[in-house]
Structure formats: C-alpha cells, structure tokens
C-alpha cells in the first residue's frame, strides 16, 4: 500500500466483506483506538481484534458501506495524519441501505516497510453540552 487513499480503500473493502484479517492488518500490532462505541479505548491490535470479531459477527446478513470524505492530511516520510468524515451505511442483502451514521475519523499512521498502518485512531461525533446527546450526521 502506498498511498493513504489505498489505506482508506483498503478498509473500507474490508469493513464491506466483513474480513477481519484484512482489516486488522492495516493496523499496527501496537495500535491505540479511541473509538466512538464501547470501552474508552483499544491498546494494541489484539484488544482492537475482539471489538472487530464482534462487530462483523453482529452484522448477520447485513454489510457495512463505508464512504470517507477526507478533510485534511499531512504527510511525511514515515508519518503522517489523516482526518475524515466516515459515513459507515448498513446495506441489506438486497442492496438497499437501512440506515447510516457519521462520524469524525483521525488516523495517525506510520509507513513500515513500504506500507502504512494506522498507528492510532479516533472516532468521534460532537456532544451538545446541554443534552450530552452525540451528533452523527453531519449537518
């Protein structure tokens, strides 16, 4: 993989075929997620395996579309961060999508041996301060 897009490409194939080894291998092996759903955080790509196992278990027939509408990258030799709105839309087997939800994505990546890996991630959706209610839809 040599582009961020791949990466984003990559991952969002996998989440559809609901392929948990291609998955986790865009991921570090020391991996740090903050993820918008569950336990405050994911240390090491092992403990990010057991949300994933879960996740595309509980999916049944159902499929998950991903679309990234990047925001904002800046790239190094080794490192670089990469901000997106994900759109993540469940699609039944007959194709037609049931419901979706946004949310803020930042990736922190480190390129190893010609390929990058997400090295650290969050997801999110902003709170409003008065309900405490999450925003997944971007207005």
Known sequence: MD????????YAL??????????????DMDVLVF?????WSYEG??????MVRDWFASL?????????????S?????WAVWCATTRYAAVAPSGEELRAL????????????GRWRI???????????ETLKVTLHRP
């Open 3 to 10: 582009s961020i897009d791949t990466l984003a490409d990559a």
């Open 14 to 27: 996998a989440v559809y075929e609901k392929d948990e080894a291609a998955f986790l291998s865009l991921y």
């Open 35 to 39: 993820d918008a759903w569950g336990p």
């Open 45 to 50: 790509r092992d403990a990010w395996a057991a």
């Open 60 to 72: 049944g027939e159902e499929r998950v579309k991903v679309t990234f509408t990047p925001e904002k």
């Open 74 to 78: 800046l790239v190094g030799d080794d």
């Open 102 to 113: 946004e949310n803020r994505t930042s990736w922190s990546l480190r390129r190893r041996d």
């Open 119 to 129: 090295v650290h991630e969050h997801s999110s959706g902003p709170a409003d301060f």
